[in-house]
Structures are given as structure tokens and as C-alpha cells.
């Protein structure tokens, strides 16, 4: 029986790869970039289920008044609310500021 040839693949003749930027320019930063709030890790103190807040920061619910349904702990911690228009989601507690009661 014949023995089988090794299989020879050629080397990859690709460009020289280009610097990301001149040297002696700063790098361009992008706008998309993300940045995270390593105070968020904190949360907020005093809230608790049941308790009226407003959410905070940007967002699609932002500016807009909830009631705290359920609070987790995580490495963010967070909380499950119900805004007023009957909508559910949850947002970190560094994101929620207590309201004042009606009446």
C-alpha cells in the first residue's frame, strides 16, 4: 500500500499591516463608545417594595414615575417597577429617586 504525501498548504502573501493611526496623532475616540458607571455597583440606599420613584438617567422610561414591584441584589443592583401607564421593566437602583407622597 502507497503511503499518503503531507499535505503542503503556501504561505499567506497578505499586505503589511498599517499602523490604526500616524504615529505622533492622537487616536480618534468614537462617539459610540460605552463608558460604565462603576458607582452603579453602590446602588441606592433606602428604597424599598411598594415605594413611589422616578426613574432616571436616559432611556426609553426616563422621567417617568413607577412603583418599586421587587428589588434584587447583583453585582448592579436593580429593581423591577411599574410605571403608571402599566408597564413593567427593570432598572438599576442608582437609576431610581424616591417621590415625595401624594396628598
Do not use: W
Amino acid at each position: 500500500m502507497a503511503r499518503k504525501r503531507k499535505v503542503v498548504y503556501p504561505v499567506k502573501r497578505t499586505p503589511p499591516k498599517v499602523p490604526a493611526f500616524p504615529p505622533g496623532e492622537a487616536p480618534v475616540v468614537r462617539t459610540s463608545v460605552v463608558t460604565i458607571d462603576l458607582n452603579a455597583r453602590r446602588g441606592r440606599a433606602g428604597l424599598a417594595v411598594g415605594q413611589r420613584v422616578r426613574i432616571l438617567g436616559t432611556g426609553l422610561y426616563a422621567g417617568e414615575v413607577a412603583v418599586i414591584e421587587k428589588i434584587g441584589g447583583s453585582v448592579v443592583p436593580a429593581a423591577t417597577v411599574r410605571t403608571e401607564a402599566g408597564r413593567s421593566r427593570q432598572v438599576r437602583t442608582i437609576d431610581l429617586e424616591p417621590v415625595a407622597a401624594e396628598g
